[in-house]
């Protein structure tokens, strides 16, 4: 068995040919930054319920479920961004955009507002 055939995920590796490694290693580096940011969400979701700021309880929630959310929703645009375009270099086609790009920073103009809405009422 190949070093290319342990690869995973095996549907990425299986298809067009090897990339120019510095293009699959700045893949990789989008894919870290997706990872982080998705880590910042969920932390920045779990500590505006845990700290119990002056913020209205009810909007509070549904301000850390939503910054919940948008995390579980930066993990899953890592992986699939990850796959995408490097079977997109693979193939040598066009790199794909960020999909949820439009829905994460609606989620995130929504929890900043509801945030700011319950310091003040």
Known sequence: MSTI???FPRAVYA??????PRFSLANERTFLAWVRTSL???A??????????GIR?????????????????????????????ETAMRR???LPGPAP????VIGVILAAALIVIGLFL
């Open 92 to 94: 040598h086609t066009a």
């Open 5 to 7: 055939d342990r690869r």
């Open 15 to 20: 298809v067009g040919e090897e990339p120019d």
């Open 57 to 85: 309880p009810e909007l509070r929630l549904v301000a850390s479920i939503t910054l919940l959310l948008l995390g579980v929703l930066a993990a899953g645009q890592a992986w699939t961004g990850w796959t995408r375009s």
């Open 44 to 53: 920045a979701g779990v500590a505006l319920e845990a700290l119990q700021l």
């Open 101 to 104: 790009a439009a829905i994460l």
């Open 40 to 42: 910042a969400f969920v």
